[in-house]
């Protein structure tokens, strides 16, 4: 499983303290420009606000590790991200170096308290991270996914394979059907055409007895 409540959540619940490494997870922004138009009331929809200030906030690194990110705007947006402002190291190492480090037990949560951290007994550690967190695809992640036997592995590739022969992509035949179907339509459009002409030429002739004249046919036909 994977967390998605952050490192507030987690770091609470296997005892790192990420206030301890000079972290800060909420948006902080200072003014930078000095042009004294904020441009605060002019934002829309992926538009950027007050574009004279910077912000700063806890991010991750394509590779995996928390980093400190800055970005132009007043509300930390990810569309309007600047820089990589570098690694929390020390928060990083810990995170490296926990191993594996037990959330729930025969005496309740993780400190062998009956009651979890709230108070209840909905399973202390265990409730608070797995009610917050998704099943990690080896599929989608194949190198952060921890699986030292491979089981997980096995799995997601059984379904990954399962769902390509149920929900296999448009076959090749398909568009090679629908290319000759239409020039078959082109084809058959012309050859009636051609006919109701001819029908048309032959009801002159038999008229006035005489071949039509292309132009009274070209007068016929509009």
């Known amino acids: ?15 790192i303290d990420y206030a301890n490494y000079g972290v800060s ?21 992926n538009q950027l606000y007050y574009p004279d200030y ?4 806890l ?6 590790q928390f980093i400190t990110a800055s970005f132009q705007g007043a509300y930390c947006d990810g569309n309007h991200f600047l820089s990589n402002d570098g690694a929390i190291t020390y928060l990083n190492d810990d995170l490296d170096n926990l191993g594996c480090y ?29 009610s ?21 592995k096995s799995r997601d590739q059984k379904l990954f394979n399962y769902a390509q022969s149920h929900y296999r992509a448009v076959p090749l035949i398909m568009p090679i059907m629908s290319t000759l179907l239409l020039v078959g339509a082109a084809m058959l459009y012309c050859l009636a055409n051609g006919i109701r002409d001819k029908a048309k030429r032959r009801a002159i002739e038999s008229t006035t007895g005489e071949a039509a004249d292309p132009s009274i046919y070209e007068k016929f036909s509009s």
């Open 102 to 130: 037990q959330i729930y037990g025969s005496s309740g949560n993780a400190n062998g308290d009956d009651a979890n951290a709230n108070g209840g007994d909905d399973g202390g550690a265990a409730y608070n991270l797995l």
């Open 25 to 45: 997870t909420t948006c902080t922004s200072q003014q930078t420009g000095n042009n004294g138009n904020n441009g605060g009331d002019n934002g829309g929809h």
């Open 132 to 152: 917050y967190s998704s099943s990690c695809s080896h599929t989608e992640y194949p190198k952060r996914c921890p699986d030292p036997h491979g089981i997980k």
């Open 1 to 15: 499983f994977f967390t998605t409540g952050g490192i507030e959540s987690f770091g609470d619940n296997v005892g």
């Open 59 to 64: 991010g991750c690194s394509a590779d995996g």
């Open 54 to 57: 910077t912000s700063t906030t």
